[in-house]
């Protein structure tokens, strides 16, 4: 998963960052702003790479277009949860939320590292790379700015997922993303 850094002018599907915040509400209370920011240690580009060439080659090419119909106002992003705390159900803890406790045993447990439950995406890493086994949970995804994430987070980029990981973490996502839910 090493990339080389000339490589890192844009960002990528599959790019993993640390350290990146999301927003979760802006609130004006008696006058002042309070703004809520949640730090997730990890996240993984989901947007497509095609789109996110575009961006980069019309933002930063010459000529410079006349339109900017081709750029991106942000990225999907999820946050990569470490494996273990997934299974305890306390992934979300330092945000006082409790998840289900997911048996490791035959059935859910493996299913998730076998990638055989649609919801969550299982990762494991080569021993280069510092990041324990993860798991991604499509429901939690969300956009960061993408001048954010290119200029404030370059010293932040960990690895990227190989292009037939990355594919497979596209599909599945967009799998998830377009189920039809049934009461």
């Not at 509400?25 to 060439?53: M, W």
């Not at 999907?76 to 048996?103: C, D, R």
């Not at 055989?116 to 280069?128: C, I, K, L, S, T």
């Not at 960061?144 to 996502?173: A, M």
């Amino acid at each position: 998963m090493k990339v080389n850094k000339q490589n890192l002018r844009r960002i990528s599907q599959g790019d993993i960052y640390r350290n990146v915040d999301y927003i979760e509400y802006v609130a004006e209370k008696s006058g002042q702003i309070e703004v809520s920011i949640i730090t997730f240690p990890l996240i993984v580009v989901l947007s497509q790479d095609c789109d996110l060439e575009q961006d980069f080659r019309f933002r930063y090419g010459r000529p410079r277009p006349k339109t900017h119909d081709k750029f991106l106002l942000s990225v999907l992003v999820a946050p990569l949860y470490n494996a273990e705390y997934v299974f305890t159900g306390e992934h979300l803890s330092e945000l006082e939320i409790k998840m289900q406790e997911i048996s490791r045993g035959r059935t859910p447990g493996e299913f998730i590292k076998n990638n055989q439950n649609p919801r969550y995406h299982f990762v494991d890493f080569p021993e280069d790379i510092p990041i324990v086994p993860s798991i991604i949970d499509f429901k939690h995804y969300f956009s960061v700015n993408i001048e954010y994430l290119k200029k404030e987070k370059k010293q932040d980029f960990i690895c990227r997922i190989p292009k037939l990981y990355r594919e497979d973490l596209s599909h599945r996502y967009a799998s998830f993303l377009s189920r039809i839910g049934i009461p």
